[in-house]
């Protein structure tokens, strides 16, 4: 077995990523338009990657899916994973390496959707002050929380996004034309001028700190007839160095290493002062699907395109 096709059925766009695992590198990338009949979104981006790399006969499919009901609109076997599935286990594989290749440690992962937004934090999350209490149940080292109706394309930001024009010094006139530029087809903005890249980043700032605060625990100070004391809720993430971005917003941003806001909350135990890399490939998606049949080849293809 030599070639694997890794798929992504997004709600906005499925994605195609063929991989050589025996030289362990990602040979090329496609993307399409979902459509009501995946196998039409499907059949389009594999035209596109047969376009770039030619055509190749792939000795196994893998696939996920983040559609609800999915798996009986599409004929490509075996039937799709969770997404979130997919990029939890190239999340771990990533922070705990193989028996080979070592990990990086502690990591967080935010991936940045086209409806939604989803963290993932691969982190013992222990109470790192003194004098803190851990309220509720703890929380496992591998966890996820998914933040629906915040992402790229979603109303709610647009409206936002609209509102604040005027302090982050965008025309109301530029707005309006990168929501209908966004709206008709989200990847036009690639090939746009610089202002309205600088509104995508906005977007996508706005949807990558709002999800990883609420991913991230809170502090809550308490007063004791002795000494002042903390309650913890959630996992204490302020010791992690390691941020890695996903999905298409955070890919094609045009200054990623400004996405993460400065920490000015006391009581937020995000990240004091993470470094931000970029799956710039967008390939988490496939690594998390490789590592089920070559573990060692996935992590090789994530470590290759982070750039960490």
Do not use: W
Not at 23 to 44: C, Q
Not at 234 to 263: F, H, Y
Request: hydrophobic content about 40%; glycine content about 8%; aromatic content about 8%.
């Amino acid at each position: 077995m030599k070639y694997i096709l890794a798929i992504d059925f997004g709600r906005a766009y499925t994605k195609l990523c063929a991989i050589d695992i025996f030289d362990k590198k990602v040979l090329g990338r496609a993307i399409s338009r979902t459509s009501p009949d995946l196998d039409i979104g499907y059949d389009n981006a594999l035209e596109i990657l047969h376009d770039s790399i030619g055509k190749i006969d792939f000795d196994m499919t893998l696939s996920c899916t983040s559609i609800v009901n999915a798996v009986p609109q599409s004929r490509v076997e075996p039937e799709p994973i969770l997404s979130c599935n997919a990029v939890t286990v190239a999340a771990e594989l990533l922070s705990e390496g193989t028996d080979s290749i070592n990990g990086i440690g502690e990591i967080i992962v935010i991936d940045v959707g086209a409806e939604s937004s989803s963290v993932y934090s691969v982190a013992d999350g222990y109470a790192q002050k003194p004098n803190v209490m851990v309220k509720g149940t703890k929380l496992p080292r591998s966890y996820f929380t998914v933040e629906n109706g915040l992402g790229f394309n979603n109303a709610p930001l647009s409206e936002y996004i609209q509102g604040m024009a005027g302090k982050l010094n965008f025309s109301e006139a530029l707005i309006e034309e990168f929501l209908d530029l966004r709206d008709k087809d989200p990847y036009s903005l690639l090939e746009a001028g610089p202002d309205f890249k600088r509104v995508a980043d906005e977007v996508c700032r706005i949807c990558t700190n709002t999800a990883l605060i609420n991913h991230c625990g809170r502090i809550e100070a308490v007063y004791t007839p002795f000494k002042e004391a903390f309650l913890q809720h959630g996992k204490d993430l302020t010791g992690v160095k390691k941020i890695i971005g996903t999905g298409g917003a955070i890919a094609n941003a045009k200054n990623p290493e400004q996405l993460i806001s400065r920490n000015l909350d006391y009581t937020s135990l995000r990240p004091e002062s993470p470094e931000l890399a970029v799956d710039a490939d967008n390939i988490f998606y496939a690594a998390g699907l490789l590592a089920k049949i070559d573990p060692n080849a996935a992590l090789s293809i994530i470590l290759d395109g982070i750039m960490i």
